[in-house]
């Protein structure tokens, strides 16, 4: 049998357990019934990244000719899972009944709930191309053809890659640390959120946590906190867009611009608009 969730060290899709008496609770409230294999594996694990990578099409996509980026699945909740797939839909301009288990705003994977209230078959979106067609008739079909797709190898890549020529020296008297970062997130003082901007990325595991501080204060913020923040977070991509090549890194950042739109704020959303010139 294959093991189906990836379990690294950092998920940023990974939710609150669930149990099997919640998961009724929910079904009854959108008045369907969720794919058994689906529940299942939400028992087991309330969503994250997998351990595969694609699903094949025989139609071409913005992703690829013959295949699909799937590394997740949506558990149920309502920020990062399935339970967000109405304020999505309305975002993202998709058709009304959809549970949206897999996708990043220009792709989207759903349960497509049009015609049925249960077994639904699964649908794609590709907003790019403006693609919409099914790849099964079933969510127990579509588990079963999702595989591993082998990319060109880049550890060499990122093994090369220079981190100092964007970043300010550690030894800068300017330069803060972690602590300080955490700091001025905790303080929520729009004034002081550029400020985050003279923690030295030094590797991608510096990258990789000021992506995930600055992606869980971005939930729920507003006003010129969330412009503030969002202002940051373009920076970074855009001086880091070569390192910022993973699944998990580009998955953060869209996760975080996501919190950041939710805001409604007029300057953010023409900063976040941006970001699709880095992503």
Not at 212 to 231: P, Q
């Amino acid at each position: 049998m294959r093991v189906f969730w990836e379990k690294p060290e950092y998920d940023p899709l990974r939710l609150k357990d669930i149990s099997e008496d919640e998961i009724k609770k929910v079904e009854k409230k959108l008045n369907l019934t969720l794919p058994q294999q689906y529940k299942k594996l939400i028992i087991q694990q309330n969503g994250g990244l997998i351990n595969f990578n694609a699903f094949p099409t025989n139609q071409e996509t913005s992703c690829a000719d013959d295949h699909i980026e799937v590394d997740h699945i949506r558990g149920i909740e309502k920020d990062l899972g399935i339970l967000e797939s109405e304020y999505l839909i309305k975002e993202w301009g998709l058709p009304q009944k959809l549970l949206l288990i897999q996708g990043d705003g220009h792709n989207w994977v759903a349960l497509d709930y049009r015609q049925t209230n249960e077994n639904p078959p699964v649908h794609y979106f590709d907003l790019e191309l403006n693609n919409d067609f099914k790849i099964a008739d079933s969510f127990d079909e579509f588990l079963s053809k999702l595989y591993t797709h082998e990319y060109e190898d880049e550890t060499h890549e990122y093994d090369n890659l220079d981190f100092d020529v964007h970043t300010i020296d550690p030894n800068d008297p300017d330069a803060i640390k972690k602590e300080e970062v955490e700091k001025i997130l905790i303080s929520k003082n729009p004034l002081e959120i550029h400020r985050i901007s003279l923690f030295p990325i030094q590797s991608l595991e510096d990258l990789e946590w000021i992506l995930h501080i600055i992606k869980e204060n971005s939930i729920e913020i507003k006003g010129d906190m969330a412009f503030e923040l969002a202002d940051v977070l373009m920076s970074i991509v855009s001086s880091y867009t070569h390192q910022i090549k993973s699944a998990n890194l580009r998955k953060i950042v869209r996760e975080a611009a996501q919190e950041l739109g939710k805001s409604k704020n007029e300057d953010t959303e023409i900063i976040l608009d941006q970001f699709k010139d880095f992503m």
